[in-house]
């Protein structure tokens, strides 16, 4: 597609939002039980998980595909396809946008996953094992692909433009997000539906999980995640959807749109290191950091929150609050910092997209949603929001997000604020 600009400069704001979680399947319920501190971490009941470290995950509950879509669909699809599809239709919903034939080609989707169509490709296995290919769904060839939920969505909203599947493992979300600001701000597109979609809660992912370590032991649903906390002793697998409509900044107020927030700037990097180990110097952490701070040409001291990515494991809570350390410096004691979770669990592809997410509305409302269970934070003089929600103006805030593989992605929120024109200044200035 051509790009309809040669600036690189255009502005992108956020006009829906759309969230699938294990605390609320829509973005007001999402939101108002992160600032109650409540968690959606439970026994598992889908399944027997009595064979795992732990019994425990953020599974979403309440959910019938055919609120969203018909059950021809719903049965084609994979539970993670089915969750970024709905998520999608409330963020369009949301932004009251719906796609023109001239709008078409100009909107693209881009919304990925970490594990994909794990629940199909576990019943596939199973089905080819106990009856040969003909017990097999038909349903498997395009519905157990990582881009069965971009297709369905784009299919659904009538999007001609690019679309695809990011997967960068836990920073999926956050890296389709970026990927997207950047196609608009470069010309390519004028809208994107982008974030990340994921449902690691079946035996085949969390058997995985549990294989690598990386699973908290704890049977206590009230304390098993605890990021930033010293008794914290690995992740708790969580299952959902994040999805944002991102548009040009002309483009939403030509059309008269309620603007969210500004998605300011991005920064995405790789460690390079190890496939499942962070960097301990937090080389490529810290460098996504300052990449998007530069690119939203913000500094340190402009920052007012950072929602962390703050796994709950001793690793990754120790290399990222040593980062924010190096830098934000003297900054870094006064800008709080917390973990959605330690409510949601790691919801793999779909965190780093429902993160951002709350990042908008922490922006929006000026209340910061708490890292709940930080009993007892390690020593390094940072402020982890802990228990309960905090009243605290924000009007810039950064969006942490890192995966396996050493993948790095960090995002900038700010408040909108209409560009001042010359005349405006003028007036102002009498």
């Not at 719903?74 to 963020?91: I, P, Y």
């Not at 389709?176 to 979609?197: E, F, M, N, P, Q």
């Not at 294989?211 to 605890?226: E, I, K, M």
């Not at 509305?361 to 934070?377: E, H, I, K, S």
């Amino acid at each position: 597609m051509p790009r309809q600009t040669q600036r690189d400069d255009r502005r992108v704001v956020v006009t829906g939002l759309g969230v699938i979680s294990p605390v609320g399947n829509t973005t007001q319920d999402f939101w108002t039980a992160l600032t109650e501190g409540r968690s959606g971490i439970k026994r598992i009941t889908r399944y027997d998980a009595d064979s795992l470290p732990t019994p425990l995950a953020g599974e979403v509950t309440g959910f019938d595909p055919r609120a969203y879509m018909p059950n021809r669909t719903a049965r084609r699809l994979d539970r993670f396809a089915q969750f970024g599809l709905a998520a999608a239709l409330e963020a369009m919903d949301g932004a009251k946008l719906e796609i023109g034939e001239e709008a078409a080609p100009r909107t693209a989707v881009l919304v990925g996953s970490g594990y994909g169509p794990g629940q199909m490709t576990l019943a596939g296995v199973r089905a080819l094992d106990r009856g040969g290919r003909r017990a097999m769904t038909p349903y498997l060839a395009a519905g157990g692909s990582v881009d069965s939920a971009s297709t369905e969505i784009a299919g659904h909203i009538g999007a001609r433009g690019p679309s695809g599947a990011m997967v960068a493992a836990c920073a999926t979300g956050a890296t389709a997000i970026g990927d997207a600001l950047r196609l608009i701000r470069h010309g390519y597109a004028d809208v994107v539906v982008a974030g990340g979609s994921d449902d690691a809660v079946n035996p085949l992912d969390l058997a995985a999980a549990a294989n690598v370590g990386a699973l908290s032991r704890s049977t206590d649903p009230a304390r098993a995640s605890r990021p930033f906390d010293r008794a914290r002793d690995g992740f708790v697998m969580g299952a959902g959807a994040g999805v944002v409509v991102l548009e040009s900044a002309e483009h939403a107020e030509r059309r008269g749109a309620e603007i969210l927030a500004e998605v300011a700037g991005y920064g995405v990097t790789t460690d390079a290191y190890h496939s499942t180990h962070p960097h301990p110097e937090g080389i490529a952490v810290k460098r996504a950091m300052t990449d998007a701070l530069a690119d939203a040409g913000a500094r340190p001291e402009d920052i007012d929150y950072i929602s962390a990515h703050g796994t709950s494991t001793e690793l990754n809570d120790r290399i990222e609050s040593a980062a924010i350390r190096d830098v934000f410096g003297d900054h870094a004691p006064r800008v709080p910092i917390s973990s959605l979770k330690s409510m949601t669990g790691h919801m793999i592809g779909a965190a780093g997209a429902v993160e951002l997410i709350a990042t908008v509305q922490a922006v929006r409302t000026g209340v910061l949603p708490p890292t709940v269970n930080c009993d007892d934070p390690e020593d390094l003089g940072l402020d982890y929001v802990p228990h309960r929600a905090r009243r605290h103006p924000t009007r810039t805030a950064l969006s942490n997000s890192f995966g396996f593989g050493g993948h790095n992605a960090v995002l900038v929120v700010r408040a909108w604020a209409p560009a001042t024109t010359s005349a405006d200044q003028q007036e102002g200035q009498r």
